[in-house]
């Protein structure tokens, strides 16, 4: 079994940076591909961006605003969120699942986190 506990969300002027932190424990965590997702309010859950061995993948949306990096001895994954707009408001999930795999959806994901709330004003 695998925990995850976000951290790191908080408010923010538009143009602004935040880090989100995703620290696991219970299971090694190195081999996870961990993904992120984001839900405002009255929308659906949406993918922002997965980090596995290998590889990173992002939205179009955040594509070069956003970006992951891992620090497998501290058992945490980071997403450093650059050049911040009002519409990246939202609760950020992380998520973690295994088998190597790339994870667009989050139905792929077995282990979720609590969220953690990022407000950007304008």
């Known amino acids: 079994q695998v925990q995850l506990v976000e951290s790191g969300g908080g408010l923010v002027q538009a143009g602004g940076s935040l880090r989100l932190s995703c620290q696991a424990s219970g299971r090694t965590f190195s081999s996870y591909t961990v993904g992120w997702f984001r839900q405002a309010p009255g929308k659906e859950r949406e993918f922002v961006g997965f980090?596995?061995?290998?590889?990173?993948s992002y939205a179009d949306s955040v594509k070069g605003r956003f970006t992951l990096s891992r620090d497998n001895a501290k058992n945490t994954v980071y997403l450093q969120m650059n050049s911040l707009k009002p519409e990246d408001t939202a609760i950020y999930y992380c998520?973690?699942?295994?088998?190597?795999?790339?994870?667009?959806?989050?139905?792929?994901?077995?282990?979720w986190g609590q969220g953690t709330q990022v407000t950007v004003s304008s």
């Open positions: 980090s596995k061995i290998g590889s990173t």
């Open positions: 998520a973690g699942r295994g088998g190597y795999s790339r994870g667009y959806y989050d139905y792929e994901y077995s282990y």
